[in-house]
């Protein structure tokens, strides 16, 4: 039995569209989801939450330090390299 990461994961890639529309409805488009999902928690009215495209990006990033660490042949045929380099809008928080 596979680690619900890697359920998750395998669902992506095997239904990405599905995937993305979910996400997004889920954590874009529905506000009341987290209230829902975790009752009886207080959630600020200026909650945000990252939209795909800045999930994907932080993701990306985790991965791209640790593959530098414990494999670092691997960041260019990935393409991970722009992922080590600070980004601008981490800089000036």
């Known amino acids: 039995m596979f680690p619900p990461l890697l359920q ?6 095997s239904f990405p569209e599905l995937t993305e529309r979910m996400y997004r ?8 989801f987290w209230a ?22 932080a993701v990306l990033q ?16 990935l393409g991970l390299r722009g992922f080590l380099q600070p980004s601008k809008s981490r800089e000036q928080k």
């Open 36 to 57: 829902r999902k975790y009752r009886g928690v207080t959630i600020p009215e200026e909650f945000k939450t990252w939209n795909l495209e800045e999930t994907q990006k």
């Open 8 to 13: 998750g994961i395998h669902f992506g890639n």
């Open 25 to 32: 409805k889920a954590y874009e488009e529905d506000r009341d």
């Open 62 to 77: 985790v991965v791209a330090i640790y593959a530098s660490k414990h494999y670092p042949e691997v960041i260019d045929p």
